[in-house]
């Protein structure tokens, strides 16, 4: 008995056939239910009337039915009219990873019909979990062998989905997987760059799969930046893309010349990858050491060197805020509200460095927030920061504000008798921060307050500390 039937969907009447170990049915899509149903074969896949099959379609199918599985994926490639050859780059793994889900290529697909037939009596919203739970076994042909049209617009049944994707077509696509959405690594430096250089000229599309947020904001300053969307066919004259994202995703459709950018030293780690696949229409390593080690690691030998972009507008950059701190964690001197500062500090992008000596057992960072075991001098950390910040509820003689202030290093404050004491004068040599602010509801106040300690950070001081304070401990001590 034959293995295998292959459903032939199209506006022919409904026949039957054999051809090579092979059952052929042709259907216009009337009463399919039935005829999956009625099916003696193991296997079952559909095809359509207009799709173009390769030379070993068959033998291959064929061949892979001999083996038992719950859904086989079959790699493909779709004929466009503007693009007769576009390639599907994926590795094995990936493939394997593949579901016949609602909203994907239901055509790409050898069905097990005894698993298959409970699909034809759910609700369409039912049949993902049902796939996801009893389609374990599964199997893949990685060989490019199955010839796709998406022109036709035919939704037939609830479970056999309309594949027609949206496009968008960009003109220089670069993409971002998973692994490089990060805020910190050379590689988002390596597009800043090429923002800040190219943007004003060429138009360039970033595509991410996820992000950071803040990478996110700083790189829509010089792209257009869109989310991936497996929906989506993303259609592009230039594709540009890092080495640890080879394998791009199958509705990435290269129109023009590609670029695979080549970031590491690639004989430097263990683990790197030998690829063997020939994707990529140049292969350029982002320096001559990186282009020198990646010789053996690609499938060319032929690696060109490019030199990073680099520009920096020095006016544009703000040295980073420098805070210092120095107190017990004692209720009174309310340590939270210095990690209340702290967080607006965050989530206001400015950059800082807050070193808070107190009495903990152990070193933290929270952020640019650094709690530290205390040190018996710190004036050295007072004397290198734009502010000293005590934000306590009482104070009777605050000898850190006082050696800040001889240091002539402004504070920020809460509004004490002994800060004004000492000549803490609020837009002068310090900040005075209301009580207030520090409460639910005023966090507007609070942030511009912290603005305007950042946008006046480097103004000078010259204090001195009253002597007729003093003078008096003469008389009644010594």
């Known amino acids: ?68 599985f719950d859904s086989c994926f079959i ?47 759910l609700k369409k919203e039912e049949i993902n979990q049902y796939v996801k739970d009893n389609f374990k076994n599964k199997k893949v042909i990685s060989k490019v062998i199955y010839f796709h049209n998406p022109k036709t617009k035919r939704l037939i049944n609830k479970w056999i989905y309309n594949d027609i994707k949206d496009e968008v077509k960009v003109k220089n696509l670069i993409y971002m997987g998973i692994g490089c959405s990060g805020i910190f690594n050379g590689y988002v430096s390596w597009l800043k760059n090429l923002g800040r250089c190219f943007s004003d000229k060429y138009k360039i599309t970033i595509l991410y799969d996820e992000i950071h947020p803040t990478t996110l904001k700083l790189f829509s300053e010089f792209f257009d930046c869109i989310q991936y969307d497996p929906g989506i066919n993303y259609l592009n004259e230039s594709y540009c893309a890092t080495y640890t994202n080879y394998f791009y995703p199958k509705n990435i459709i290269i129109l023009g010349e590609s670029y695979m950018f080549i970031h590491g030293c690639m004989s430097d780690y263990d683990n790197s990858m030998h690829f063997k696949d020939d994707l990529y229409s140049h292969y350029v390593g982002v ?109 009777a003689m605050p000898y850190s504000v006082l050696e800040a202030l ?49 946008k006046e950070k480097e103004k000078e001081i010259n204090y001195k500390f009253d002597e007729s304070l003093y003078k008096g401990y003469n008389d009644i001590f010594l």
């Open 406 to 454: 001889s240091l002539n290093t402004k504070v920020i404050v809460t509004p004490l008798e002994a800060f004004f004491e000492l000549g803490v004068k609020d837009g002068e040599n310090g900040i005075v921060i209301p009580f207030d602010y520090f409460d639910d509801g005023n966090e507007d106040k609070l942030k511009k307050v912290l603005l305007k300690a950042y």
């Open 287 to 395: 320096s001559k050491v990186a282009s020198d080690r990646a010789v053996g690691y690609f499938p060319t030998d032929h690696i060109e060197t490019i030199w990073n972009p680099f520009m920096i507008d020095e006016n544009m950059i703000k040295p980073h805020l420098k805070l210092c701190s120095a107190h017990r964690t004692a209720k009174v001197k309310r340590p939270e509200r210095v990690e209340k500062m702290a967080k607006m500090l965050d989530e206001l992008d400015i950059p800082y460095t807050w070193n808070l000596f107190t009495d903990v057992n152990e070193n933290t960072n929270k952020g640019g927030l650094i709690i530290r075991n205390r040190v018996p001098n710190p004036l050295p950390y007072i004397n290198d920061a734009d502010y000293f910040v005590l934000l306590s509820d009482s104070e």
């Open 75 to 121: 790699n493909y490639k779709i004929n466009y009219e503007y693009k007769s050859k576009v390639r599907i780059l994926h590795n094995e793994y990936e493939l394997s990873q593949y579901f016949p889900l609602v909203g994907e290529y239901i055509w790409s697909f050898i069905f097990n019909r005894e698993l298959f037939i409970p699909l034809l009596d």
């Open 1 to 68: 008995m034959n293995r295998l039937t292959i459903i032939v969907l199209g506006k022919k009447n409904k026949g039957t056939g054999s051809k090579d170990d092979v059952d052929f049915v042709f259907s216009n899509g009337t009463n399919l239910s039935k005829l999956i149903k009625d099916l003696k074969t193991k296997y079952f896949l559909f095809v359509r009337e207009d799709d173009k099959l390769s030379d070993d379609f068959f033998d291959i199918v064929r061949e892979k039915c001999n083996e038992d």
